[in-house]
């Protein structure tokens, strides 16, 4: 039997885009995403030249149709976001057990976060640092990972703003990074939630892999369910790394910054910055004020709170 891996370079800006159109013909939909760039390199943007998306397909699903119906989306895709044609190489049982982990290696994000891979959790890192704080995540899974500009920003932010015993939410939580960052920087306690069933999963399955699952609390739904189940807050910090019409429409209709302590931060992020007018706009409406900004290549990250006087 072979497993056909079907494989397009990318950056750390696209990797997410093409993992989600891949993600429906992969084997129990995993996608992995090999960050290739310089780990030593703090720079947001050091990561990006390098991103290998790839997914697995056991043989009985394997047909030129399918192989057909991938080239289809990703030229579509293509049309919004320059890619190249996608590599399908056939891989024996042997070789596709560690296919997709011969290049992902530990990589460090602003001063002390580093990310490592499930399986080398418990190896020894040669490049570690004493006051590091360690996420340990599994890159097979596409959102989350650390490798797109927003995920890094918000991580900056979080690293920065961050201190034992504070409160933290995280609206629209995903692979769960930035509750777990949260939590591990020192963070009390970390409420997060997601409309999506499998991203609630991994939330809970990471934040057991990293030891904060006691301080990790995470709902499916919106944001009304997290209040209906923790309460209206307020946290010390929220984030929100979505979409901007996401954002948009959590600052007016469902109060997002009702949710944030009186002297507390909102971390808004997913915003591509010719969307930033939009979302300032809809921060001074509902009342709150930019303290700084974090860009990214093509991408912004607002850290704001409420106006002030």
């Known amino acids: 039997m072979y497993w056909l891996e079907i494989s397009v370079q990318t950056d750390g800006e696209g990797a997410e885009a093409v993992a989600e159109v891949l993600r429906p013909f992969a084997y129990q939909e995993s996608v992995v995403l090999e960050q290739r760039g310089d780990e030593t390199n703090l720079d947001p943007d050091a990561l990006e030249p390098g991103v290998m998306v790839k997914i697995y397909v056991p043989e009985d699903d394997d047909s030129p149709a399918l192989r057909r119906r991938v080239a289809e989306v990703l ?3 293509g049309r919004l976001y320059p890619l190249p044609e996608p590599t399908f190489r056939e891989l024996q049982d042997a070789d596709w057990a560690n296919a997709w982990k011969e290049h992902y290696r530990p990589f460090r994000l602003g001063r002390r976060l580093r990310i490592r891979p499930t399986w080398l959790a418990h190896e020894p890192d040669d490049d570690a640092r004493p006051d590091d704080v360690t ?37 629209g939580t ?45 709902w499916r739904g919106e944001l009304d369910s997290v209040r209906a189940e923790a309460g ?50 809809a921060l001074a409406a509902a009342g709150g004020q930019v303290r700084r900004i974090i860009t990214a290549g093509d991408w912004v990250t607002y850290v704001a709170g409420h106006r002030q006087g």
């Open 135 to 171: 996420l340990v995540l599994d890159p097979g899974m596409a959102f989350g990972t650390g490798l797109h500009p927003t995920t890094q920003s918000c991580l900056r932010a979080l690293e920065d703003l961050v201190a034992p015993g504070m409160t933290v939410l995280d609206a």
């Open 232 to 281: 209206p807050g307020p946290w010390d910090i929220v984030v929100a790394n979505i979409l901007a019409p996401v954002i948009i429409g959590l600052l007016g209709e469902q109060g997002l910054l009702d949710t944030v302590a009186p002297d507390g931060q909102l971390i808004l992020s997913g915003i591509i910055d010719e969307q930033g007018p939009d979302v300032e706009a």
């Open 75 to 77: 030229y579509h895709l």
């Open 174 to 218: 995903g692979s769960g990074i930035l509750a777990i960052a949260a939590a591990r920087l020192g963070a009390t306690s970390v409420a997060a939630f997601d409309t999506d069933a499998l991203a609630v999963r991994a939330t809970l399955d990471n934040a057991a892999q990293n030891g904060v699952a006691e301080r990790l609390r995470v």
